[in-house]
């Protein structure tokens, strides 16, 4: 079956945009967890989607935002970018979600979004 | 607070050689761990988990992690290294941290393989 789809795989925008990253899940897992991984922090939660309701939140700043759709797609916002905003975006997707409910989450490639 | 050390961000070793890489996690109850691996450019693909039971776990590409509780440990270990293990490799602990649930990972290791 197919994997963990990201799309785009790269992106270049400028300070102050703003940015919509994609991510298709694994058919028939309905969490999506998003992640940002950058050299000085590492891989950094960002938030997880279950059936189209944000179930946890890390400690990011309100320009990140995300939603899911029904079909369990999911997108990620970044408003007002900043350069320190440069990062890999990853993508995760379980079955019922969270690692404490001992289920796998399958990762995609990542977006590689660069603030220039 | 849970957190996730991975002392040696650089390993370098002889194809053939075996490998050892360490991880060291703090949290209150029984972890549930996991180790990642991503190839450059690459998403990470699960090498392994440990919830409960086995403390040796066996995963995929020959590689097995030992969950320590005395230590609070749980080191990635692989008998002979091949030259396509060259990679990242992240160790992870599922975490609850004020009712959210989300993977904690460690910095990091870079395994570099010599001809």
């Known amino acids: 079956k197919a994997g963990v789809t990201q799309t785009p795989r790269y992106l270049i925008k400028t300070r102050g945009q703003q940015v919509t990253l994609s991510c298709s899940p694994i058919?028939?897992?309905?969490?999506v967890s998003w992640y940002q991984q950058t050299p000085g922090q590492g891989l950094q939660f960002l938030f997880e989607?279950?059936?189209?309701?944000?179930?946890n939140k890390g400690n990011f700043p309100g320009r990140f935002s995300g939603r899911q759709f029904s079909n369990s797609r999911s997108e990620m916002n970044v408003s007002t970018l900043e350069l320190g905003d440069s990062a890999l975006y990853l993508c995760?997707?379980?079955?019922?979600?969270?690692?404490?409910?001992?289920?796998?989450?399958?990762f995609g490639q990542g977006t590689r979004l660069t603030v220039v | 607070a849970q957190s996730v050390t991975q002392p040696d961000i650089h390993i370098t070793v002889s194809e053939g050689a075996s490998l050892e890489l360490r991880c060291n996690y703090s949290y209150g109850a029984t972890p549930y761990l996991f180790w990642y691996v991503q190839s450059p450019g690459q998403g990470l693909q699960l090498l392994l988990k440990y919830f409960s039971g086995d403390t040796l776990v066996q995963g995929i590409k020959g590689f097995e992690a030992e969950f320590k509780r005395s230590q609070s440990s749980f080191n990635l270990r692989k008998p002979s290294v091949h030259w396509s293990d060259a990679a990242e490799y992240f160790c992870a602990v599922g975490a609850l941290r004020q009712g959210a649930q989300k993977l904690v990972f460690g910095q990091g290791t870079r395994l570099t393989i010599n001809p």
């Open positions: 989607y279950f059936s189209e309701t944000q179930r």
């Open positions: 995760a997707s379980s079955l019922e979600g969270g690692p404490l409910m001992n289920t796998e989450a399958f």
């Open positions: 058919s028939g897992h309905r969490s």
